[in-house]
């Protein structure tokens, strides 16, 4: 109840005792007088406490808000659907387009050595075969120093083992060599075609009458003679080239040696014994 209200009811009170007897009246209002004074002033302080409290109400939200309740964690949704991917800038779309082309080059090398690869194995040429299989001495002559007089001839075999490859000579020569010091000039022979698994005989003449030669090639051809074997060498130089279907290949150098032992008696002319003739050795 607010003060007003309660200084109502006091008068209220005052008024209503004035229809007492008069006995009573006088102690009435002697009582209510001595009432009026004790209570007066409580009810005014008890009004100032109150209008105090409201005041303090009134003025605490200023000072002292209260504070928001404590949120409390939210779990974050999942997307539904994939983020969407950035468009490439301009420098990763050339990184992008370079490595692309790096790797189409590497796939093409690669392939290219995989069919080269398979070609050569299937088309792997072989070195063809070369061996003496005759000898003629016309004409050996050392006693008229430093020159020498020769005339001879050499059959030569050769043999294409190759299946599917076949051999084009070109510009071949031969000479006859002995330790290693030419006692022949070179012959020219006509270019040859090989073809595959096939065999070839080759027989050139070789000699001159006048060949220079130094003292140690004089007295050895003089001493095999008297012991009646002669240890020579065969000798064919030139450039071939290797033919697989449409494919030809570029030329290469090719150096057949073969060492031959003849049985050699002085005054004896025409066709000489092989006394060896192993295969002949073939460099490419």
């Known amino acids: 109840m607010g003060c007003g209200t309660r200084t109502r009811m006091n008068r209220a009170m005052g008024s ?9 009246l006088g102690q009435t209002k002697a009582g209510t007088k001595r009432q009026r004074r004790a209570s007066q002033p409580s009810i005014s302080s008890h009004c100032r406490v109150l209008d105090q409290e409201q005041a303090k109400e009134q003025q605490q939200p200023n000072h002292q808000p209260s504070s928001p309740p404590p ?18 800038s301009h420098g990763e779309g050339g990184g992008g387009a370079g490595r692309s082309c790096g790797l189409c080059i590497f796939i093409f090398l690669l392939l290219a050595g995989v069919i080269a690869l398979t070609v050569w194995l299937v088309y792997r040429p072989h070195k063809p075969r070369f061996t003496v299989v005759g ?4 004409e050996l002559n050392a006693t008229s120093q430093p020159f020498i007089s020769t005339s001879m001839q050499f059959t030569v075999v050769t043999r294409n083992p190759n299946r599917r490859v076949s051999i084009f000579y070109d510009k071949l020569q031969a000479y006859v060599s ?5 006692i022949t000039p070179p012959v020219d022979m006509p270019p040859l075609y090989h073809e595959t698994k096939s065999t070839v005989a080759l027989s050139p003449v070789l000699g001159s009458k006048m060949v220079p030669a130094s003292a140690e090639v004089v007295n050895g051809l003089m001493m095999d003679e008297s012991y009646g074997v002669v240890v020579l060498r065969v000798v064919l130089v030139g450039k071939l080239r290797w033919k697989a279907g449409i494919i030809k290949t570029g030329k290469y150098g090719v150096y057949v040696r073969c060492d031959v032992w003849v049985g050699l008696k002085k005054g004896v002319v025409g066709q000489v014994p092989l006394l060896g003739a192993p295969p002949c050795k073939v460099d490419i």
Do not use: D, F
Not at 16 to 24: C, F, I, P, R, T
Not at 135 to 138: H, L, P, Q
Not at 178 to 182: A, M
């Open 16 to 24: 209503g005792e004035m229809w007492m007897n008069e006995a009573q």
């Open 71 to 88: 949120k409390m964690p939210q779990e974050k949704a999942l997307p539904t659907h994939p983020p969407k991917s950035k468009p490439p």
């Open 135 to 138: 000898a003629a001495i016309y």
């Open 178 to 182: 002995y330790k290693n010091q030419q």
